[in-house]
């Protein structure tokens, strides 16, 4: 059974930083494109960034670039997402998505999502 | 970046009812068209990809059409499941976005 689990969500500052992780199991964690996804309360679906299998390639909304950083531990089955400078409109639940890719031939489709992670900031 | 719109943003339905949901991309996307559905509190589910691909373990009462820029979500017959928040996601080009959800509430 596919499994994604998030954690290192909480309440931190403005300014402040945070990374987040998402314990991937039962399927070849190094076959697939990952991405994190966030939702602000009560608002959509906002995607944020994604990797490729061998961390190769990353992409990122404009609105975190230079902020976050995605990675990847294929030896650990994991996802991460350093969270550095963080603003009270990164607010959010934090999703790990897995992209279909190999699946279907279609990317960024996001076949599996994690339960979230909420990030808080506030002072 | 291509702008995803749905209509409505939420509707009204009895169990039975077919639903239509509609997204609009600013651009032509193809067929690179996504739908998921939302119940509060959990995660989003993939329903239909590449804009009429049912994904696997849906129910064939959801359907999707395009492609091109304006793409539809097709309940044929609301089930009492079914209530729910819908998101279209484009797949065409980075950054990937979303429509901003229509919320299918019970009448």
């Known amino acids: 059974e596919v499994q994604l689990v998030e954690s290192g969500g909480g309440l931190v500052q403005p300014g402040g930083s945070l990374r987040l992780s998402c314990a991937a199991s039962?399927?070849?964690?190094?076959?697939?494109?990952m991405s994190w996804v966030r939702q602000a309360p009560g608002k959509g679906l906002e995607w944020v960034a994604n990797?490729?299998?061998?961390?190769?390639?990353?992409y990122y909304v404009d609105s975190v670039k230079g902020r976050f950083t995605i990675s990847r531990d294929n030896a650990k089955n994991s996802l991460y997402l350093q969270m550095n400078s963080l603003r009270a409109e990164d607010t959010a639940v934090y999703y790990c998505?897995?992209?279909?890719?190999?699946?279907?031939?279609?990317?960024?489709?996001?076949?599996?999502w994690g339960q979230g992670t909420l990030v808080t900031v506030s002072s | 970046d291509i702008q995803m719109t749905q209509s409505p943003s939420s509707l009204s339905a009895s169990v039975g009812d077919r639903v239509t949901i509609t997204c609009r991309a600013s651009?032509?996307?193809?067929?690179?068209l996504n739908w998921y559905q939302q119940k509060p509190g959990k995660a989003p589910k993939l329903l239909i990809y590449?804009?009429?691909s049912l994904q696997s373990g849906v129910p064939s009462r959801f359907s999707g059409s395009g492609p091109g820029t304006d793409f539809t979500l097709t309940i044929s017959s609301l089930q009492p499941e079914d209530f729910a928040t819908y998101y279209c996601?484009?797949?065409?080009?980075?950054?990937?976005?979303f429509g901003q959800g229509t919320k299918v509430e019970i009448k």
């Open positions: 998505a897995r992209d279909s890719s190999i699946l279907t031939a279609y990317y960024n489709v996001f076949d599996y």
């Open positions: 039962g399927f070849t964690f190094s076959s697939y494109w």
């Open positions: 990797i490729k299998q061998d961390g190769s390639e990353k």
């Open positions: 651009q032509s996307i193809s067929n690179y």
């Open positions: 590449a804009a009429s």
């Open positions: 996601q484009q797949s065409h080009s980075i950054p990937l976005t």
